[in-house]
C-alpha cells in the first residue's frame, strides 16, 4: 500500500507541472517553478532528516540507505522534471 501510494502521489504532482495533455486551467511557469523549487528543499530536507533519524522501527543501516537513495535517486529524477519543465 505505500510503494502503491508514493507511486500514485509522485505521479499526480509529476503531472501537475510537467502534463503533457493539453490542460484547461494550467498554471504559469514561474508558478510551477516556484513551487517546485520548493518541493525540491523540502524533499532534500526530508531525505536528510530520515538518514540522520531513523524513524521507529528502523534500523539506522536501513534509515541510512532510503537516506540516501531519496537524496541521490531524487535528484536523478528532478533534472528530469526541470529539463521538461523547461522545454516546454
Known amino acids: 500500500m505505500i510503494h502503491c501510494h508514493v507511486f500514485i502521489a509522485g505521479y499526480v504532482f509529476t503531472a501537475a507541472f510537467i502534463s503533457m495533455d493539453p490542460v484547461a486551467h494550467l498554471t504559469g511557469f ?14 532534500g530536507i526530508l531525505s536528510k532528516y530520515i538518514y540522520a ?23 536523478l529524477i ?3 522534471i526541470i529539463f521538461v519543465l523547461c522545454y516546454k
Open 53 to 75: 533519524h531513523p524513524p521507529g522501527g528502523v534500523s539506522e543501516t536501513e534509515a541510512q540507505c532510503a537516506g540516501m537513495l531519496m537524496y541521490y535517486g531524487g535528484d
Open 78 to 80: 528532478d533534472i528530469g
Open 30 to 43: 514561474m508558478y510551477r517553478a516556484s513551487v517546485l523549487i520548493v518541493s525540491l528543499a523540502g524533499h
